[in-house]
């Protein structure tokens, strides 16, 4: 299958990316805050309360997502159309790890959907972020980011 | 732009391909422009200019609102931090407000912290059109002079450095993240855009687009700082986006449609003054035809009165219309005949005849004017100037005859 046209390409460092899918804003900020201290380059995305449309349910893809080495979601899977951003992630870019951040009760349907996934504990706090996507992708050396 | 050294201001015309771009766009406008207007009436060349200018507008109004929009996917980057862990980068945005005592301590207080370095990043004001000649050497050189002042009253005894930037606000922002990568940002402005200030939107512009926290602090003549509160912000806000460039793009159209009405404004009085001209033309070769007193040996010159009277004359359906009272005309060709309207109305009438190529207007007033017809046959003639719908409709009334007979 061709490779998906994104254009653009939102990611311009070469250190591993993280993508972090948090509607709130501080607490994204905190999450990117810690990665970019740990090595990472991060983008934050509120997830479909964002501007206009996910681009994930339009045909061209999220091209953020597609670059990215891995994927922290916080979105809260108690509504459907935080559900859809997962499975279309899923989907779509099925080689990039999912790190989820699950609520304490999960449905059967969720349960199906979060087969394969990492999970975080509801209400994981930077730092907890920081070391799951460790664990997943290992520690990064730090150098120069501007490198594009 | 160089990122080291002097900043020159980035023009596209830097560039021979866009130079030799943009001369072969102005010369492929102009040429339709200069044949219609070599060999085409005016108003056809004033239709092909408007296009143009239109054309032109529509452009600004399209890049313009590009800019205006949201940006296509709400996602905050940001590279990773450079340096130990204990280190802070501080970028500190300003440019109009670097004078102020305020801001320089809240500078000193950032660079105090142990680990901390802050860059003092001076974007220059460099206006469109500037930036679009790559002009812009006085902006560039006011932003120089502003940085080292305030670099000179912080002292060298902090880790504070200073850059200035050509490019726009947010541009240069986005290049300090590829350079010095900033932990933090404070952008500071005053509280309205101010001739040779900073856009107090820019905080906004770089929290949306930027995963490192932004504060925007607001700065006054000779007062402490102020952070603007959520309503300041939304105000900010509200100027930015897709309704903001939706508004833009409606006030954008309202002056395309009065650009429009000028020019059809125009077109028309041209089209006018030219018909006008072709009856003085017309009249002045009739002058030259009729017999002068010396050549007594033609017939006389035949007059003909007539009137021109709003609601003169009764409609079959008892109501009364405007009318001219002869509208019947019978002409030699080639021989003119000198019509003496009398215009008792206040505004002008006609007798217009495209095919009979007949324009005469009738002032207000009692004038004489010329019928002169150059090939036979009957035509009709109507009064084109607007007056009494039905009688502009109807023969008899402000519509008639004109019948030519060969000489």
């Keep these: 299958m061709a490779a998906p046209k994104i254009n653009p390409q939102p990611w311009r460092w070469n250190h591993p990316r993280v993508l972090v899918e948090e509607p709130d804003e501080a607490a994204g900020l905190a999450i990117a805050s810690a990665l970019r201290f740990s090595g990472y380059a991060v983008g934050v995305c509120p997830g479909p309360q964002g501007h206009g449309q996910c681009p994930l349910t339009g045909p061209g893809g999220c091209a953020p997502a597609h670059g990215a080495d891995l994927i922290v979601c916080s979105l809260g899977y108690e509504r459907e159309v935080a559900r859809e951003v997962l499975r279309e992630l899923r989907a779509r870019y099925p080689g990039v790890p999912l790190l989820v951040e699950v609520p304490s009760e999960i449905d059967a349907e969720l349960q199906e959907l979060l087969d394969g996934c990492h999970r975080l504990p509801a209400g994981a706090g930077p730092e907890q972020v920081v070391t799951a996507v460790q664990s997943l992708y290992g520690h990064v050396s730090q150098g120069n980011p501007a490198g594009a | 732009m160089s ?181 933090e940002v404070l952008v500071s402005t005053r509280w309205e855009r101010a001739a040779g200030g900073l856009d107090p939107r820019l905080a906004g512009l ?60 125009a077109v028309a009085l041209i089209t006018v003054a030219e018909r006008n001209q072709a009856t003085a033309v017309s009249q002045r070769v009739a002058a030259q035809a009729l017999p002068t007193p010396a050549d007594a040996t033609g017939p006389p010159a035949k007059v003909i009165d007539v009137s021109v009277i709003p609601e003169g004359k009764k409609g079959p359906e008892g109501a009364m219309h405007d009318d001219f009272t002869v509208s019947e005309f019978h002409v030699t060709v080639g021989r003119p005949l000198t019509l003496r309207i009398d215009n008792t109305d206040t505004q002008p009438h006609s007798i217009s005849s495209p095919e009979a190529h007949v324009y005469i207007i009738a002032q207000p007033g009692t004038h004489g004017y010329t019928l002169l017809v150059d090939k036979p046959g009957k035509f009709e003639w109507h009064c084109e100037f607007l007056c009494d719908p039905w009688a502009m409709e109807h023969v008899g009334y402000m519509r008639g005859f004109i019948t030519a007979t060969p000489s």
């Excluded at chain 2, 950032?110 to 990043?121: E, F, G």
């Excluded at chain 2, 500037?130 to 002042?149: H, K």
């Design chain 2, 206 to 265: 770089v929290r949306e687009r930027f995963a490192v926290p932004v504060r925007h602090l607001v700065f006054e003549f000779g007062s402490v700082a102020q952070e603007p509160d959520q309503d300041a912000e939304a105000r900010y806000q509200r100027e930015f986006g897709d309704a903001a460039a939706w508004r833009f793009g409606l006030r954008a159209l309202a002056g395309a449609g009065i650009l429009a009405a000028v020019v059809l404004s």
């Design chain 2, 3 to 183: 990122r080291r050294g002097i900043p020159q201001v980035p023009s596209r015309f830097h560039r021979g391909s866009e130079t030799f771009r943009f001369l072969l766009l102005v010369m492929v406008a102009l040429i339709p422009i200069v044949l219609v207007a070599v060999l085409g009436p005016t108003w056809l060349a004033l239709v092909v200019l408007g296009f143009g200018i239109c054309a032109l507008a529509a452009r600004a109004v399209q890049l313009r609102m590009r800019r205006l929009r949201d940006p296509e996917l709400s996602v905050k980057m940001a590279p990773p931090h450079l340096g130990e862990a204990a280190e802070r980068r501080v970028l500190v945005v300003a440019n109009d407000t670097l004078s102020e005592t305020s801001l320089l301590g809240e500078v000193r207080r950032l660079a105090s912290v142990p680990h901390t370095h802050v860059l003092l990043l001076v974007p220059a004001l460099i206006s469109p059109g500037e930036r679009l000649t790559g002009a812009g050497e006085d902006a560039l050189a006011q932003a120089r002079v502003r940085l080292s002042r305030a670099l000179g009253r912080l002292g060298a005894d902090r880790d504070i450095k200073g850059e200035v930037s050509a490019a726009e606000g947010l541009v240069a922002v986005e290049d300090t993240f590829a350079s010095f990568v900033p932990d």
